[in-house]
């Protein structure tokens, strides 16, 4: 069992910035795909952005490229997820995700088997 908690999440205004966390238990991080995906009320649960075991591999939505950037640190066993120039359309639920399989970093929920659960992002506008 790998568990993930994610920080960082609150309150910003439109044009501002976050940095969302997501730290893993366990040894083996440094082998995990990792995911970014958000969810809002009555939608489904959206890809937002995935990196790499290794970071050599990063993927981002068109939604949020050129003003988010995602990170990891396999010494802290922990992800990162920076957002600038923040739109309202950001508001969501962010959660992250390990991908325990993966070779290269994925798109789908479905290659993802742990989940964190969650942190609010809310932007006002």
């Known amino acids: 069992q790998v568990q993930l908690v994610e920080s960082g999440g609150g309150l910003v205004q439109a044009g501002g910035s976050l940095e969302l966390s997501c730290t893993a238990s366990g040894h083996r991080f440094y082998t995990y795909a990792m995911g970014w995906f958000r969810q809002t009320p009555g939608k489904e649960r959206e890809f937002v952005s995935a990196?790499?075991?290794?970071?050599?591999?990063?993927y981002y939505a068109d939604s949020v490229k050129g003003r988010s950037t995602i990170s990891r640190d396999n010494s802290k066993n922990t992800v990162f997820l920076q957002m600038n120039s923040m739109k309202p359309e950001d508001t969501a639920v962010y959660y992250c995700a390990a991908d325990t399989y993966g070779v290269g970093a994925s798109l789908k929920s479905d290659d993802y088997e742990y989940w964190g659960q969650g942190t609010q992002v809310t932007v006002s506008s």
């Open positions: 990196i790499s075991w290794n970071s050599d591999t990063t």
